[in-house]
């Protein structure tokens, strides 16, 4: 029997009068932490957050800032919407991984420079609330999945486009972990035997290519290259500061060496998500995060690249499409596998 979305779980899985009950969730990612909060029903987000992860301070630190902002969400939502503290269920966590689940633990974040830290238990027992750990990307493709682009669908692959590439998949209704919570590791698969050194260590992943910092690697070297670009202008010189949004930019402004590597980053994506459809043959796949800015210019290529290299029934069953919730997917999906976890 399939599991029902996240959406109707909270409502049928609880009294009417757990409406007035809420969840905080945490989103944690290489860049940026956002927090927020939600009724146990997904209706609505509130009091959310965002700071600079700063993961070059130390875990300590980081945990302690995620712990500041969660008492700031809580204080706003309070003040918001009325509620005593003991109104909150617990908080949610997404982490990257690779994690254990059952114990707490991120196993290693490569992105963070953390190995065996356990964050569950650290930020659960500082606030005082129950708390839960998830991947971060399985948590913003079960958010799209709750409430966003995905919603309705049996069969999701969601792709997270930010420091790193996470992802996460829905089969058949149910969020799939795999044997050792490492299933959706989908920034790295190889694309490339022979290719870029990727940070965890292989070469050729896709993360190598088309994570935001790798967007932003590809066109300083271009330029380092001697090929010509506004690229140096919008930075004022200084090519340390260029960044997949800079490259995004200077391609709406008709660039022709960032063109070049929106088109480039469409296709490495392509070939990536025509291996999904062959081995997964999802409905919907749904691709959140900064990427997300170039718009048709990364979306078109990207799908005549998968018209290109995968089959054409899983082709014609699939929908890809960018993430409707901006910012604040992985949160609403920390929520609901809070709920979930809550609940098995």
């Known amino acids: 029997m399939t599991t029902p979305p996240p959406s109707r779980l909270p409502v049928a899985s609880a ?8 969840v905080i969730g945490v989103d944690l990612g290489g860049t940026n ?17 965002s700071q600079p992860t700063r993961a070059e301070q130390g875990s300590d630190a980081v945990v302690d800032r995620i712990c500041e ?30 994690l254990d689940r059952e114990r707490g633990i991120v196993v290693v974040a490569p992105n963070l420079g953390w190995r065996d830290l356990p964050l569950r238990d650290l930020i659960g027992e500082r606030v005082g609330l129950a708390a839960t750990l998830d991947n971060d990307a399985n948590c ?30 829905i089969l058949d209704g149910r969020l799939y972990h795999g044997s050792s919570d490492v299933a959706g590791e989908i920034g790295h698969t190889t694309i490339d035997s022979n290719g870029r050194r990727c940070k965890c260590g292989n070469y050729g992943c896709l993360e190598a290519y088309t994570s935001g910092p790798n967007i932003a690697l590809r066109a300083r070297e271009a330029l380092e290259s001697g090929e010509r670009s506004i690229l140096p202008e919008l930075v004022g010189g200084e090519l340390a ?25 469409a296709r490495f994506l392509g070939a990536g998500i025509a291996n999904l459809l062959n081995v997964f043959n999802p ?16 979306f078109e290529p990207l799908r005549a690249e998968v018209r290109r290299r995968a089959f054409k029934p899983a082709v014609e069953a699939c929908r890809i499409v960018p993430g409707t919730l901006p910012g604040t997917a992985g949160v609403v999906g920390a929520v609901a596998t809070f709920l979930q976890q809550r609940d098995r």
Request: glycine share 18%; hydrophobic share 45%.
């Open 140 to 169: 913003a493709t079960l958010g799209e999945w709750w409430t966003g682009a995905a919603k309705g669908g049996r069969n999701v692959v969601g792709i997270t486009i930010g420091t790193g590439i996470g992802g996460g998949l």
């Open 283 to 298: 409905d919907v796949v749904v691709i959140a995060g900064g990427v997300t800015q170039a718009g048709d210019a990364l």
């Open 241 to 265: 500061r260029i960044t997949a949004a800079t490259v995004y930019e200077a391609s709406e402004r008709g660039d022709a060496l960032a063109r070049e590597v929106v088109r480039d980053t």
């Open 33 to 49: 932490i956002v927090v927020g909060a939600m009724p146990e029903d997904g209706s609505r987000e509130i009091g959310v957050r």
């Open 15 to 22: 009294p009417a009068s757990d409406a007035r009950r809420y």
């Open 69 to 98: 902002m969660i008492e700031a969400v809580i204080t706003d939502a309070r003040a918001e919407e009325g509620m005593p503290r003991e109104a909150f269920l617990g908080v949610g966590v997404g982490a990257p991984g690779p």
